[in-house]
C-alpha cells in the first residue's frame, strides 16, 4: 500500500526552478531517502510534503487525502506529518516530557501521557523527561524531536538532514536509534540527506535528485550497481569512470576487457569500476600491469592508487593484511561485470581515479 | 512611497507571506524616529547660506565647539584608560572579591549623570569648569568601557593565548600582540558610546556650570524661544553625533569578535598581584567611592538635612506617580512600535528591512534636547492641538528609547526562530495556537526587558522632559531639578533618591528576564 504519493511537483522562487516535476511514491511502512547535494531542492520538497511551502503546479496525496495540488490545500496542522527538522527545533522553553506531548490534545498533554514510552522507543532513559533542552547532547535532542514527532501517531515522518549537525561518533549511534524506533512504531518516512553512507544504509528506497529532478530512484543495490548514469554512480560511492568502446556486451578499455551490461549499445561509451572491482593478482594469471603509486591505510581494509602504463591512475580496495609497497609492480583485473553509458548520454563525465566524496 | 512600495514586491518574492501591512507600520515608525533628523536638515537649509555663516561662525559658538570637543576627547581617553584598566583588574587578576568589584564597576550607570553632578557640586564648588567636569562626566561614564571590556576579556579563548605562548610569545607579547588586538573594538566601541553620551548631556553639564553645545541650546531656547540661533546649533550638533554614529557603524561592520555565545570553556589564567594586591584594591575601591560613594552619600546628607524642615509629601507623591505613569506609558509605547521592525528585520531580511531598521537607531545619536526642540518647532507649527500635551512627550520618549528597545525585542526575536513555529505547525498547532504556546513564551522575557529598560530612561530623563512636559505636570527628574537649580539641595535630595529607589525595582527586573532567556 503507498501512504504518500508526489506527483509532477513543480516550485519556482522567482526565476530559480527549485523543483521541476517530481514524482515520488513511498510504500506504507518503509523509509524512503531522497540523497542529493545542497541546493538540489531535497529540502524544498520536504517542506512541501510537510504543508510550509506550496507547490507551483502538481499533487500530494497523504493517505487517501489529496493535500496539495488540484484545487486542494490542507495547512500543516492538519496533515498528520511528523517532522524532525535539522537542528531538532526543541521548544527551548519547555522541558522533554512537554516537548513530547506538544502534539497531543490537551487532556493527554496534563496526564504526561506516552512521555515514558516514547523516550524507550528512541532509546532514551525516562529520566530525561524533565530536562531542559539545552541539558541534552546533539544527538539526545534529536532523538527527543523525533519521539516529538511520533507521538501525534502521524501518517508520514519526515526527517530534514537530522543527523548533519551531530559529529561522528554520535551521528552512527543516533542514525541507529532513530532507525530502530520508526521501524518499531512502523511509520512510513522520508529522510532528506546529502550523504551516500547514510542514505544507502538506513533506507529501503533512495532517490536521486539532481537540480530539481529525480535522477534515479530505486532500491540502495540498485542505485549502487545499476546506477542510471555516470554522475548517479560517482555521487552514491566511490567510482572509477573510464573512456571504451563496446562491442557485443564487452568494452574495451584501459583496463582490459570488462563484460558490460548487454542492453548497451556498440560504439563509444563510459564504463563505471568500483574500486572494489578491481583486484591484485598474481603475474602469472595475467591481467593489466601498474605500479603502486601510494597506499592509505584505514584499519577495516586499505586502498591503493596504481599508475597504469599509459600513464593513468586506478583506486582499489584491498584488505589490510596484504599491502604491496609503494614503487612496486603490480598486476590487476576486474571483477564482475560493469556498467556502461554510451557516450551521447553520459552525464558530468569524471576525471579517471577520482578521490572519493565521502569514505566509509 | 512608490519606490519603497516595489522594494517591498522585489524582495518580497524571495521570503513567504511578505508581511506588507506590517512594512508599512515599520516604514511609518522609521520615518516618526527621523522626524527630528529631517527637521534639522529642512531647517539647515531653509535659512539660508548667509543667515547661516552669521549663525554659526560667532565667537560664542567657537568657545561652545572647544568646550565640547575637548570635553569629549579628555573624558572619552579617560574613561578608556579607566574602564580597561578596571577591566583587566576584575577579569585577569588575582584581585579578592572580583564578583562584588564587578557589580559595583557597573553600577554607576544606574546613577543618572545629573544627580552624580548634584552630589560633586553640592558638596564643593570647586569641581565647577573643565577639569571637574571632566572628573565627574568620566565617574558617570566609564562603565560604559568597562563593560564591554570586561565581557571581551571573560569570552576570549585562552586557546589563543596559549597558542601565542607555544609559538614562543612571554606573557607580557602575548597580552600585547594577541589580547590588545582583540579588545581593540570593545575599547572602541564603549569610546564611541561614551561620545555620543556626552555630546547628548545636559544636566551634569548645567550644573557643572561648563557650557557646550547642549547647554547652549537650552540657554538660546529659553531666551528666544525656539529661534533661529538654537536650531542652528542643534544643527552643529547633530553633525558632530552623527560623525560618531557613523564611526560606530563602521566599527561595528568591521570587526567580528572571534568566539561568540556561551564563552570560554575553561578561564584563563590570572596574574598573581602577590604585593600589588593593597594597591590594586586600593584603586578599585578608591574609583567605587568615588563614582558611588560621592553621590549617594551626598545625598543621604542632604536627605538627612532636608527632612529636619520641611518634607513636601504631596508634592514628591504626585511627581513619582506622574514618573512610573510617563515611564510605563513611554515602555508600552516604544515596546510596541519596536516590535514589527524588529520583526521585520529578523523574520524578512531584506534591503528594505535593513534601512527601516537602520533609521530607527537614530535616536541613539540624537541629543535629548535636539528632539525636544524638533518636535516643539514642528508641532507649534503643524500640530498645535498637540503641543504641550502627554502625547507629544511619550513621542520624544519613542523617538529617543527606540533604540534600547529594538536591541532587546531583536533578541528576543531570535529566540523563536522559524523552524519552531515550523515544528509546532507539523504537530497540529494552528498559527494562534503557535504564537500563543511557542511564540509569546519565547519572546515574552526580552520584551520585558526592553520595556524595563525604556522604563529606566525615561524615569531618569531630563532633558525632553523639561522642555515638553505639559505646564503643571512635574516629574522627579524636573522637580529635582527646579531645586537644585535654586541651589535648595536639601529639597531636591527626596526626588533623586525617589527617582534611583523607582529604578531599583525595575533593574531587579531586568536582571530577571535577562536570566530567563536561555542559550538554546
Redesign the interface.
Known sequence: MTELTVQAVTKA??TVDVLRGIDVSVPSGTLTAILGPSGCGKTTLL?MI????RPDTGEIVIGENTVAGGGQWV?????????V???G?L???LDVAANIT??LPRVERRAGHRVAELLELVGLDAGLARR???ELSGGQQQRV?LA??L??RPAVV?LDEPFSSLDAGLRDETRRAVAEALAAAGSTAILVTHDQAEALSLASQVAVMRSGRLAQIGSPSQLYHTPADAAVASFVGEAMVLPSSVRDGVATCALGELPVNPDCADGAAQVVIRPEQVQLVEPHLGGIRATVAEVRFYGHDAAATLTLANGGQITTRLTSTELPAVGNPVTVRVRGTVPAYPQSTVGAAEPVGIEPSAVG | MTASAVAIRRWG??A?AYPTGVAAFSLLVALLALVPLFFVAWFSASVGFDEARRLIFRPRVGELLRNTVTLTVATTLLCAVVGTGAAWLVERTSLPGRRLWHVLLAAPLAVPAFVNSFGWVSLTASVQGYAGAVLVVTLSYFPLVYLPVAATLHGLDPALEESAQALGHGPVRTFARVVVPQLRPAMLGGMLLVGLHLLAEFGALQMLRFPTFTTGIYEQYQATFGGPAATMLASVLVLLCLLLLLAELWMRGRHRYARLGSGAARPAARVQLGRYTPLALGSVAGLTALALGVPLGSLLYWLAIGSSTTFPLGELATAALTSVGLGAAGAVVTTLLAIPVAWLAVRHRSRFSTVVERSTYFGHALPGIVVALALVTISIRYAQPIYQTTTLLIVAYAVLFLPLSMVSVQSALV?A?P??D?????????RL?VLR??TL??VAPGLGAGAALVFLAVVTELTATLLLAPIGTTTLATQFWSNSDSIAYGAAAPYAALMVGISIPASYLLTRFSKKV???
Open positions: 522562487y522567482g517542506r510537510a504543508g510550509f511551502d495547512p500543516p496542522d492538519r496533515r498528520g506529518v511528523g517532522y527538522a535539522q537542528e527545533a521548544f527551548p522553553h506538544f502534539g531542559q533542552p539545552h524531536a516529538r514527532a507521538a501525534p519526515l | 518574492a524571495r513567504r529566540q526562530p523552524s519552531l515550523d515544528a509546532a505547525r507539523s504537530l497540529g498547532t494552528g495556537g504556546r511557542v513564551p519565547l536561555t542559550p538554546r
